[in-house]
């Protein structure tokens, strides 16, 4: 099986984290900070030879992967698949009025949903499958937001389920992980039954 490079970036600084509210599937531009740190990463992303770029559809992923790949004459394909996760019914909502309410604590595990919204798990298996199809070798950017990256990662890594919401990426952060569509495709499936 051919294993192909994954590296992860999360969007730039959106208004929605500028402001403190969860934006989920809100389109929330870019703030101005970043576009400043989209522009400042592409040094680093320049320096990948990449073959091929997969994103979220949402415009401060979009914007992002414009700024990054800038120029270069890299397919870029952008996919729902790569969402963040739907905060459903706390869209909107800030932080701090999520912390007051004591539902931050469940919106942190892998396995709470806000109310018509996904929990991590849910976000884990609809990325790890869209990855699995585009698992053709290769070097492969994925443009896309915190949850997303935060569950693949602790996913592929094996973090503990109860310490998997903890970690948070840096905007414009990356992390590049060599995978196989097969592991992709077995560890969605383990999810799906609940392991």
Known sequence: ?????????????????AEGWYAGHTDAPLSELGRLQARTARAAIDALDLDRALCSD????????SIL?????IPLVIDAALRER????WEGRTIVHLTETGDL???????????????????????????????HGGHVLVVCHGALMRTVIGVLDDIDRGKLGLWKPDNCETVTRDV????????????????
């Open 86 to 89: 739907s905060c459903g019914d």
């Open 105 to 135: 604590a469940l919106f942190h595990t892998f396995d709470g949903c806000p109310p018509a919204g996904e929990s991590l798990r849910a976000v884990a298996v609809r990325a790890l499958g869209r990855l699995a199809d585009d698992a």
């Open 180 to 195: 196989d569509a097969d592991r992709l495709r077995r560890l969605a499936v383990a999810l799906v039954d609940g392991r």
């Open 1 to 17: 099986m051919t294993t192909t490079r994954w590296t992860f970036v999360r969007h730039g600084q959106s208004t929605a984290n």
């Open 69 to 73: 790949l800038g120029g270069r004459d």
């Open 58 to 65: 949402l415009v401060r992923a979009t914007e992002t992967a």
